[in-house]
T-cell receptor
Framework: SQQGEEDPQALSIQEGENATMNCSYK?????LQWYRQNSGRGLVHLIL?????REKHSGRLRVTLDTSKKSSSLLITASRAADTASYFCATKETSGSRLTFGEGTQLTVNP | EAGVTQFPSHSVIEKGQTVTLRCDPISGHDNLYWYRRVMGKEIKFLLHFVKESKQDESGMPNNRFLAERTGGTYSTLKVQPAELEDSGVYFCASRQRSPGTGDNEQFFGPGTRLTVL
């Protein structure tokens, strides 16, 4: 399996509900970043969590990181139709500065 | 402040032709990266510049790909000759210099969608 695997691959919810996406990785990391990509658009940086952090918040976003399990989760609360997009986690290993991406979760928020 | 820009947004070329993609990073960002996503697969790293120097080009698929960053500002990625499997979306990202080991955000451009027929 790939570094930075997201789960689920696709998620469909109703507006107002919470959406949770998970990411697993294999190597030791320095940080983990979440990105959003709207259809046909570029990648928008959402949040970065460092390896010594366990939880981080930004607006309606909550990210957790469990380095013992090599996993992270992204929670979007009170979802909106505009949150419909693909969400990617990307890890930065302890050496180098390249990001390693998973295949993403396609989130659909129905109005 | 302007974000990362890429040109063109779309390119359709015939197999065997040459295409050059351009990336303008955020002003002042020393670090510039190229990534690509092909065939709906995961986004993969191609290479990393620090100013005008190639820091890591281990992700470049073969010698048909040539990246440059003369003067340490914008970068170009040339594919010559293009093959069918080169079709995909090519992303550029930039990052500010950091005192540690690259532990800060990479900001991505909108990508160039390349179609090779």
């Amino acid at each position: 399996s790939q570094q930075g695997e997201e789960d689920p691959q696709a998620l469909s919810i109703q507006e107002g509900e919470n959406a949770t996406m998970n990411c697993s990785y294999k190597t030791s990391i320095n940080n983990l970043q979440w990105y959003r990509q709207n259809s046909g658009r570029g990648l928008v940086h959402l949040i970065l969590i460092r390896s010594n952090e366990r939880e981080k918040h930004s607006g309606r976003l909550r990210v957790t990181l469990d380095t013992s399990k090599k996993s992270s989760s992204l929670l979007i609360t009170a979802s909106r139709a505009a949150d419909t997009a693909s969400y990617f986690c990307a890890t930065k290993e302890t050496s180098g500065s390249r990001l390693t991406f998973g295949e993403g979760t396609q989130l659909t928020v129905n109005p | 402040e302007a974000g990362v820009t890429q040109f063109p947004s779309h390119s359709v070329i015939e197999k065997g032709q040459t295409v050059t993609l351009r990336c303008d990073p955020i002003s002042g960002h020393d670090n510039l990266y190229w990534y690509r996503r092909v065939m709906g697969k995961e986004i993969k790293f191609l290479l990393h510049f620090v100013k005008e120097s190639k820091q890591d080009e281990s992700g470049m698929p073969n010698n048909r790909f040539l990246a440059e960053r003369t003067g340490g500002t914008y970068s170009t990625l040339k594919v010559q000759p293009a093959e069918l499997e080169d079709s995909g979306v090519y992303f550029c990202a930039s990052r500010q210099r950091s005192p540690g080991t690259g532990d800060n955000e990479q900001f991505f451009g909108p990508g160039t969608r390349l179609t090779v027929l």
